[in-house]
């Protein structure tokens, strides 16, 4: 016998469609329901052809009018103006945009922070743009989503760029900042620098699980226990007061610094260093703003694509809520060249 979607449908007594969505998890029908044609399809071997599924899904997009949004972009940074205003959220934002448009999808876009806006209220506004999927952009002091939106994380597919969140964890796409630092750490060295140091916010570090640290630690096992050097995790204290980055400074006495702060290359010309001539400067996130930075680019606009290729998935197998197992993609990063730095292999005729 074979099993179609209509044998099912009459063993429930439901329609065809109704099982067509329940095996999407379409939230319009019950979880009792769904979760009662789910078993029905397993015990007796159903399974969704999923190139059918998703021609079928293509051709629901283009039958939507072109101005109704169908994914959502929201922006979870404090700031309701990150997605022009901030360093780095805005390349994030652009890939996105640019591979919804590639696949057929439209973006609807929402703050959020935004006061006063409930779960319940949240599904309402979701549900009438015609909302299938969203990605959260840009969460950077913190990675546990505001508790009135639990509610819509379970009923809309989401992903999340950037950073991974904890509380609930969802399924994620960034760069392999792990794989940044210890680049980066491997490039200075290549450079013939001796004395790397790293210059990071605490809170950042831990935003990301402190992978940019780790990364940075592997990278001092290359070295001899005599110029493995402590990072300098008080930069949000040293902008009130530089002489504490001038202590540690004076104390470990780097030749080259990896940080993500345009505001490390100005205590060092304070002190009149010479860049690069005295001490290098290494961006651990290349911006186009700052061409002349040598660094890693991290390819932020490039997670934002493969966040829209996994949100589109997602709604492809019907997958929503918040997964027993969340699923990563990490983006390599690639250096940048730039006049921050110099070879001094050069000048010395040897590498380390």
């Not at 969505?21 to 044609?37: F, G, Q, V, W």
């Not at 379970?154 to 999340?160: A, D, L, N, Q």
Request: glycine share 8%.
């Amino acid at each position: 016998m074979k099993v179609t979607m209509q044998w099912i449908a009459d063993q429930v007594g439901v329609s065809k469609n109704a099982v067509s969505l329940a095996l999407r998890n379409d939230p319009s029908i019950s979880e009792a329901m769904r979760k009662k044609i789910r078993a029905m399809a397993e015990k007796h071997g159903y399974r969704r052809n999923p190139v059918f599924g998703e021609l079928m899904s293509q051709m629901r997009i283009k039958s939507k009018s072109a101005s109704q949004a169908n994914l959502g972009l929201i922006n979870g940074n404090q700031s309701a103006a990150a997605f022009k205003k901030h360093a780095t959220v805005p390349s994030y934002v652009q890939g996105c945009r640019r591979r919804a448009k590639a696949l057929g999808y439209s973006l609807d876009t929402f703050w959020l922070f935004e006061p006063g806006v409930s779960g319940s209220r949240w599904l309402e506004i979701l549900e009438a743009r015609g909302i299938r999927g969203i990605v959260l952009v840009g969460m950077m002091k913190e990675n546990r989503l505001p508790a009135q939106f639990l509610e819509v994380v379970e009923r809309i597919p989401c992903v999340v760029t950037g950073v991974r969140t904890r509380q609930p964890a969802l399924s994620f796409a960034c760069v392999d900042h792990f794989i940044l630092a210890l680049r980066a750490f491997e490039k200075s060295l290549e450079l013939g620098y001796r004395r790397p140091a790293l210059v990071l916010d605490r809170v950042i570090d831990e935003l990301v699980d402190t992978r940019f640290s780790a990364g940075f630690y592997a990278g001092q096992e290359l070295l001899p226990k005599a110029r493995r050097l402590r990072p300098f995790f008080q930069v949000q204290q040293a902008k009130h007061d530089p002489s504490l980055f001038h202590e540690w400074l004076e104390r470990e006495k780097p030749d080259v610094i990896f940080t993500l702060y345009n505001v490390v290359h100005d205590w060092l010309r304070a002190l009149k260093l010479g860049i690069p001539s005295e001490i290098g400067l290494i961006q651990l996130e290349w911006r186009s703003n700052c061409p002349e930075w040598a660094g890693m680019n991290q390819h932020n606009d490039i997670v934002g694509e493969f966040a829209i290729d996994m949100l589109i998935g997602m709604i492809h197998r019907g997958e929503s809520g918040v997964p027993e197992f969340p699923r990563g993609t990490l983006i390599g990063p690639s250096w940048r060249e730039g006049k921050t730095v110099i070879d001094r292999t050069v000048k010395s005729g040897q590498r380390i």
